[in-house]
């Protein structure tokens, strides 16, 4: 199956620097857990497998990695596999935040949980809510 890869980043002056399990006690590529294969969220997010569900219009289809990325790490960024082999996209919490998040049964996802928990929010807090940014990918 398929499952979705995160990296949480902040804004540091000019730069993005990921966000490690220093600095919040987590380790962020475990979050947000319990959709890992939730084909729904993928398909809103990025549209990963949106003839698996209902389709759905996807929110961040098509960004690929942010262009600055390159400035920090060099044009091959060493994700170690941390972000998954394909379907990059990337959204700032400002932006994920405003999105729609409706979900056809009703409630919401656990990754918009996530969105306005307290780890993201002491980043926001701190860096504002466009100097965190999400990096999502997927693997097959």
Do not use: K, M
């Amino acid at each position: 199956g398929c499952d979705i890869h995160i990296i949480v980043q902040r804004r540091e002056g000019a730069d993005w620097l990921r966000v490690g399990a220093d600095e919040a006690g987590i380790d962020w590529r475990r979050r947000p857990n319990p959709e890992a294969r939730c084909y729904a969220l993928f398909a809103r997010l990025a549209d990963v497998r949106n003839s698996y569900v209902a389709p759905v219009p996807a929110l961040f289809a098509g960004r690929g990695l942010p262009p600055d990325l390159a400035s920090e790490h060099g044009r091959n960024y060493p994700f170690n596999g941390d972000l998954g082999e394909h379907s990059f996209t990337h959204a700032t919490v400002a932006e994920l935040r405003a999105a729609d998040w409706q979900v056809p049964e009703g409630g919401r996802y656990s990754f918009v949980e996530w969105l306005f928990g307290p780890e993201i929010e002491a980043l926001v807090n701190a860096h504002g809510a466009d100097g965190v940014r999400v990096l999502i990918g997927f693997d097959s």
